[in-house]
């Protein structure tokens, strides 16, 4: 002590907090020899490190693995993953409107879409997406993303039907940006019934980054969505959506 002030002095011991020069700690788990610090097995500069997995030192010092992994002191590249389920995260709006985003278009403020029971629905939990267009002349859509192989062709499939109004009312089905289906939206018939099934429609494949798909990790995330457009002078019209389906064909 000089002066009231603790001092480094001997470098050269074996002090874990001034190893070699006044204030340089050792790594974590080390110790200092001599002023040098000493790992409790290998060593690259000053930092303990495991060569058989550190993935900047991957087998030697250094030695760098492009994909992060380092095993028994090798690079590593692990097989990529894609899942070849369904490429809807909630399809049949079992969890609500979770993962879709619904956007009125036309059709006055009272319109909406939400989700919610429906005693015409074909799955068992009977939660169904529902577009209500309260004026002449609605539009609305829905988007969400759908998670695909790259290079796999899917096919696409879904439900709707309409249990009140009268205006003429077309549906769109748009993925990636491209249009892959349009047609009429069902004629009210009883409650209960009058589902009309889409499928068979071809989605991709894709190959990588471009308008309307991005890369997420192994798998792409593309782009959907589904316009409602309604023309006519009827007060309202009521639409339903459900079992939305996207898979990979075998």
Same mark, same amino acid.
């Given at each position: 002590m !000089?002066?009231?002030q603790?001092?480094?002095?001997?470098?050269?011991?074996?002090?874990?907090?001034?190893?070699?020069a006044?204030?340089?700690?050792?790594p974590?788990?080390?110790?200092?020899?001599g002023?040098?610090?000493?790992?409790?097995a290998?060593?690259?500069?000053?930092?303990?490190?495991?060569?058989?997995?550190h993935?900047k030192?991957?087998?030697?010092?250094?030695r760098?693995?492009?994909s992060?992994?380092?095993?028994?002191?090798?690079?590593?590249?692990?097989?990529?993953?894609c899942?070849?389920?369904?490429?809807?995260?909630?399809?049949?709006?079992?969890?609500?409107?979770?993962?879709?985003?619904?956007?009125?278009?036309s059709?006055?403020?009272?319109?909406r879409?939400d989700?919610?029971?429906?005693?015409?629905?074909?799955?068992?939990?009977?939660?169904?997406?529902?577009?209500?267009?309260?004026?002449?002349?609605?539009?609305?859509?829905?988007?969400?993303?759908l998670k695909?192989?790259?290079?796999?062709a899917?096919?696409?499939g879904?439900?709707?039907?309409?249990p009140y109004g009268?205006?003429?009312c077309?549906y769109?089905?748009?993925?990636?940006?491209?249009?892959?289906?349009s047609?009429?939206?069902?004629?009210?018939?009883? !409650?209960?019934?009058?589902?009309m099934?889409?499928?068979?429609?071809?989605?991709?494949?894709?190959?990588?980054?471009?308008?309307g798909?991005?890369?997420?990790g192994?798998?792409?995330?593309?782009?959907?969505?589904l316009? !409602?457009?309604?023309?006519?002078?009827?007060?309202?019209?009521?639409?339903r959506?459900?079992q939305?389906?996207v898979?990979?064909?075998?």
């Amino acid at each position: 002590m !000089i002066n009231g002030q603790l001092q480094c002095l001997n470098v050269k011991s074996n002090d874990v907090n001034n190893c070699g020069a006044c204030g340089r700690k050792c790594p974590q788990g080390s110790r200092c020899e001599g002023g040098q610090c000493k790992c409790p097995a290998e060593q690259c500069g000053d930092r303990c490190v495991s060569l058989s997995s550190h993935p900047k030192n991957c087998g030697s010092c250094g030695r760098v693995s492009p994909s992060g992994y380092c095993v028994q002191g090798q690079p590593y590249t692990p097989p990529a993953f894609c899942s070849r389920g369904n490429a809807f995260r909630n399809g049949n709006f079992a969890n609500g409107a979770n993962d879709w985003s619904a956007q009125i278009v036309s059709g006055g403020g009272n319109s909406r879409f939400d989700v919610g029971f429906d005693g015409g629905a074909a799955d068992a939990d009977r939660m169904v997406g529902i577009f209500s267009l309260y004026a002449p002349n609605g539009g609305a859509n829905l988007k969400t993303s759908l998670k695909m192989c790259p290079k796999l062709a899917y096919k696409l499939g879904f439900q709707i039907r309409r249990p009140y109004g009268t205006d003429s009312c077309t549906y769109y089905v748009y993925v990636a940006g491209e249009l892959k289906n349009s047609g009429a939206v069902p004629q009210p018939t009883n !409650i209960g019934a009058g589902w009309m099934w889409v499928s068979g429609l071809n989605a991709g494949p894709f190959y990588g980054e471009r308008q309307g798909v991005s890369v997420a990790g192994p798998e792409l995330s593309v782009d959907f969505q589904l316009d !409602i457009r309604c023309s006519g002078n009827a007060p309202y019209n009521f639409i339903r959506v459900d079992q939305f389906s996207v898979v990979p064909v075998q």
